[in-house]
């Protein structure tokens, strides 16, 4: 999966759970602060990523992806090996 | 040992492993049985927990719970029950970022010395209470061992302790008047709260919550009858999931299924299918997860809920669908019966109540087959404090009836008790009500022994507000300034410390809940500028770094308000007024430099991007 189809994979959820327009969403939209998603979104954003894209997201690290570009980015780097363990 | 321990024992030898609890999970949509004990089983684990804590460590001592949604913690909670040592259930950091910080507080107020686990969260928990640098030592020990060749590693090992064959050990002797358990309620996250809640108030509460709940003819039917369950996903640091959940099942001798919080807000179907499964007669929550429920369902992949499509599903099981724990909304109610409709859920099963922490659990309940008491009121006269039934007013739902506690409506000023239909704070007196917070007389002393203006208490003030109505309980806000958002009590002190200390543009401010056009909770910040801070920015880009912050710190949205120096209403001694600044933001608008309310016309206000 590349950076490409990690940010339309992204987009599509954020249509599913948080009812987000797809054009609205660029690497820079910040989940709360732009889009004012609440909590429970988010967390369930949070468990469906690590399902859909196979790798972990621990809790620590959740907190931090504040923007759609920082998912991206760790997803990224996660598929690619270099940070967490992989899914199951 | 305690009556409250005998008493929950007695199930476990009647019933065996007859009765039993399990924990499900959703894997790729299906729901899958991931734990199950029988009552007897259970009783075995917390014997062996009991044991080893009454062999390591001295009665009465404070053990923080921190485990994951699963059997293991019910186990250790009743092992510290049985060995009269006190249990202090909190969550882990995967529902909440400041659970460390949290419970960094609780260990320092209530002197905590043992941290227990699993074995898959022990060394993370081990490594950051080693980085705390208390001079008294706080172990953490995973319980969950397995390793039979020398697991009992105790620092940062991964196999975790084997707990030792209890041999004939028996639960201590105690007094009802012993502590069974703290009970930390949100507080502002600088002072956690702890509710000291003695085996006197559980087991009061248990069996109130059984009498009011279940009318003897339903109990009959659970005693004969091993399959009957009930069904739920509620956080067991909670009281209405330690103590709702997890404790009642034993008190009516019925089964539970229940699955993690996290597993239910990802997979909010799987409360459902628990239900549908394994055919439960009662399920039990909040407001918000029926509400979340609702909201998953809009735009999920279930588009119709027509028995023929989903025939997996079916919720004509259930006799009663318990709402409590946080306001009780009628729209939310009717919503969710006509969603669920076509899969069987009856609009009379819904049995609304109101509890809290400091009672042990429930004060008011709805018994099943009785069905909710929805009625509609005069909006004006409610805001004068006068409740008036009218058929086209405001639709309030009843809490139901007191459950073995006396309930009295009092004037929060004068301290005068109200007549029935007149809106005051909630009062609360019996067995169930705590002793009060542990290590803080002061808050004891305001909250537990409230005295009546003609002599009558102690009393439980509640901070609610609310009115007596034919023998219900109708609440209809907070005394308090709490803001609540799908289920988190967040105090405004903690948004405007963080706002305060955003930037030194920064002034003092207010923050407060405020329904938008939809009837939508949003919460609010009042913010006064420092112009002479501003250094060139303007105040939009102010209220930016501001909600980034707020994002980022406490996961909120807040909607900000930038206003001049000096207008946020403030008391003569200078104390912030956090209801004057919102009836005055409604009334006059305030005359902001910046808003990030839109027109109140429009239904969904959200920050510029």
Redesign the interface.
Same mark, same amino acid.
Do not use: C, G, H, P
């Given at each position: 999966m590349n950076r490409a189809e990690i940010l339309a994979e992204l987009r599509a959820m954020l249509a599913? $759970?948080g009812?987000v327009d797809p054009e609205?969403v660029d690497e820079q !939209?910040? $989940?709360?602060?732009? @889009?004012? @998603? =609440?909590? @429970?979104v @988010? /967390?369930?954003m !949070? /468990? /469906?990523a690590e399902e859909r894209f196979g790798v972990r997201i621990p =809790?620590?690290v959740a907190?931090e992806l504040?923007t759609v570009g920082a998912v991206v980015g760790y997803v990224e780097e996660a598929l690619a090996g270099r940070v967490g363990a992989g899914g199951e | 040992m305690s009556e409250l321990v005998r008493f929950l024992r007695e199930k476990m030898w009647l019933f065996g492993d007859t009765r039993w609890y399990a924990r499900a999970d959703s894997v790729r949509g299906e729901l899958v049985e991931v734990e199950r004990l029988g009552y007897a089983q259970l009783d075995a684990r917390a014997r062996a927990v009991g044991a080893w804590l009454a062999e390591r460590t001295p009665p009465g001592a404070r053990v923080l719970l921190m485990y994951p949604a699963g059997l293991e913690f019910f186990a250790v909670f009743l092992g510290c029950l049985y060995s009269g040592r006190v249990a202090i259930p909190a969550p882990l950091p995967a529902t909440d970022r400041r659970a460390l910080e949290r419970a960094e507080g609780i260990i320092r107020d209530a002197d905590v010395g043992l941290v227990l686990s699993d074995t898959s969260h022990q060394p993370r928990l081990g490594s950051w209470l080693a980085g705390l640098g208390r001079t008294s030592r706080t172990e953490c020990i995973a319980t969950d061992g397995t390793d039979r060749n020398g697991g009992t590693d105790r620092n940062g090992g991964t196999g975790g302790t084997v707990l030792p064959d209890p041999g004939a050990w028996s639960p201590l002797a105690l007094e009802l008047s012993a502590t069974a358990y703290i009970q930390y309620t949100s507080g502002s996250t600088s002072e956690p709260r702890g509710v000291v809640i003695t085996h006197r108030n559980l087991l009061h509460n248990l069996l109130a919550i059984r009498e009011k709940l279940l009318p003897e003819d339903v109990l009959d039917e659970l005693r004969l009858d091993p399959s009957q369950c009930g069904a739920g996903w509620l956080p067991h640091y909670h009281d209405m999931g330690l103590v709702g959940m997890l404790l009642s099942p034993l008190t009516s001798c019925g089964n539970l299924v229940f699955c993690s919080p996290v597993s239910f807000i990802a997979h909010p179907l799987l409360w459902l299918q628990m239900i549908s499964r394994y055919r439960a007669f009662y399920t039990l929550a909040p407001n918000f997860g029926y509400d979340w429920l609702l909201r998953s369902l809009k735009d999920g992949q279930l588009t119709d809920l027509d028995p023929d499509l989903n025939p997996d599903l079916n919720l004509d099981c259930l006799r009663f669908a318990l709402s409590g724990a946080e306001p009780v909304r009628a729209d939310v109610l009717n919503a969710v019966a006509r969603r669920l409709a076509p899969i069987g859920f009856r609009p009379d099963i819904w049995a609304p109540s109101y509890g809290l922490a400091e009672a042990t659990l429930m004060v008011t309940g709805t018994s099943c087959g009785s069905g909710p008491t929805v009625t509609r009121f005069d909006r004006d006269a409610l805001e004068t404090g006068r409740a008036a039934p009218t058929p086209d007013g405001v639709a309030l739902v009843g809490c139901g009836r007191p459950t073995g506690a006396e309930v009295r409506i009092v004037d929060p000023t004068t301290s005068s008790p109200l007549p029935d239909g007149q809106v005051g704070e909630v009062w609360v007196r019996g067995d169930s009500i705590a002793d009060g917070y542990l290590n803080d007389p002061h808050a004891t002393a305001d909250h537990f022994c409230a005295v009546t203006a003609d002599g009558d208490g102690p009393y439980l003030r509640t901070g609610d507000l609310g009115f007596l109505q034919d023998g219900e309980l109708y609440v209809t806000g907070r005394a308090k300034d709490l803001i609540i958002v799908n289920g988190r009590n967040i105090h405004p002190q903690d948004i405007e410390r963080i706002s305060e200390t955003t930037d030194p543009a920064t002034g003092p401010c207010a923050a407060f809940a405020l329904p938008d056009a939809s009837g939508q909770e949003q919460i609010v910040l009042v913010q006064e500028l420092r112009p002479l801070h501003l250094s060139g920015r303007t105040p939009a880009a102010l209220a930016d770094l501001i909600r980034k912050r707020l994002a980022q710190e406490l996961r909120l949205a807040v909607q900000v308000v930038i206003v001049g120096p000096m207008s946020v209403p403030r008391t003569t001694s200078g104390k912030i007024q956090r209801s004057r600044t919102r009836d005055e933001l409604r009334s006059t608008g305030l005359d902001p430099l910046h808003s990030d309310l839109l027109a109140p016309a429009d239904p969904t206000p959200r920050p510029s991007p």
């Open positions: 599913e $759970f009812d609205q !939209t910040a $989940f709360i602060a732009d @889009l004012a @998603l =609440d909590s @429970l @988010l /967390v369930r !949070t /468990v /469906v =809790d620590e907190w504040d | -």
